[in-house]
């Protein structure tokens, strides 16, 4: 087995066996201990899949998939379907964060468990939402690709019914009947382009395969509407403030950070790959919902009063940006739509440790009861005042990439409706930083709330060592967006060929 291939299989084995010895460690602390360095890793394993050939040296016309690294061999013989993993710039960089989100999160349980169940119960199944989110990012067939797809789906449920607040059964509910009614589209739509095509296979399928165009429609159809729910994108986006209101700090930033990044990647991969004359037909409706997910999460989060839920509908504004530049089919959209989720992910995770900060603290999650936390918390309104400059995109730093060129991207694509859909866009953005602008004036400023009052000025050192490399990656990402496009910039130009 050559090294890329074992760097494919213990990316998934780790966390997977790291799970089942986790659950076997009968001492709680020595479990989550156990938990975080096998998350730890896993990060140096994804890390370590950049090393290999980043270009096509084949014979023949390039493919439009170009893996660096790539394992196919047989799982299902009688079925024809094969465990098929592979790696490139437009997945990298998502199975990355996956695994240093996960590695933050189960640090974090070694400070903090929250209230509701052991540490190594949640530790065990943050390993296991882990597996599923990378397979997702990593599988290159449909078959495998949708047993992916589905693993995340007990497990989240889990730990948002198991340790989040106090309508968390509601919210865990709500949160599987959505990706459960995703889930039968997803399976629907596999199904016809697999039974169509005769193959699973995603680099053999991307560019149509010689897919009919009624087909190519309803996959498309299927696809993206099993993709919109997970990313999610409005009017299908209800259960995703109920869902981060009601988990603990490390369920939100996971479910923030990647797994409604495993909607837009199955978009960019999947839907449009293997069916891009129906991204074709259905682009303009796609901006549009796209469009109407900015100027509705921004709308909503002028008037909301509650701090989680403010970030999570500003998760349906930022994702609108990234499902924006994906509709315009053009490398400027694609490649706005990949740092977007890079950005997103380190950003929303970095306000969501905070926002569980200052809940932990206060026991208030309204902004009424959170005023002056400048005053009695000044590092803490700090790093709020950085997270909340970086989400609403501020030059210099992540969040101000993915915003800018999808905007770009739609003015490129001419023409009346998109010239109007960027420009509404446009507009979205500056609503975004008044969201947020009123955000840090009432929750930083002003006098004390008898909440705030009590609050110590100091954080622990568990805190900072979660927080500073999101912060890091913000700023790094922001100065030199490179680390993200120019590993996608050969894919991404591979892809939107198969799209002409």
Known sequence: MRLGE????AVLALPALGAVAVAATPRDRAARVVGTVVAGLTLVGAALLVLGDHGWFGYGPAPAVQPWHRLDVPWVPGLDLRFHLGVDGISWPLVVLTALLTLLCCGYTL????AGGSGRALVALLLVVEVGILGTFLALDLVLFFVFFEVVLLPMYAIIAGWGGEDRRRAARKFALYTLFGSVLL???VYVVVAAAGTADVVALTGGAGLSRGTQLAAFTLLALAFAVKSPLW???SWLPDAHSQAPTVGSVILAGVLLKMGTYGLVRIAVGVAPEGARWAAPVLGVLAVAAILVGSLVCLMQSDLKRLIAYSSVGHMGFVLLGVATLTATGIQAALIGNIAHGVITGLLFFLAGA???RTHAGSLTELSGLRETAPRLAGLLGFAAVASLGLPGLAGFWGEAFAVVAAVQRGGGLW???AVLAAIGGALTA???????RLLTHG???PAVARLTPGLAGAELTAWAPLVLLALAVGLAPTLVLGLAAEPVDALVGVLR
């Open 6 to 9: 074992f760097l494919l299989v």
């Open 111 to 114: 400070w903090r468990v929250p």
């Open 187 to 189: 399976l629907v739509g």
């Open 235 to 237: 009017p299908l986006h």
């Open 358 to 360: 200052v809940k932990d």
């Open 419 to 421: 010239t109007t859909l």
């Open 434 to 440: 008044a969201y947020f602008l009123r955000l840090l």
């Open 447 to 449: 006098r004390p709330s």
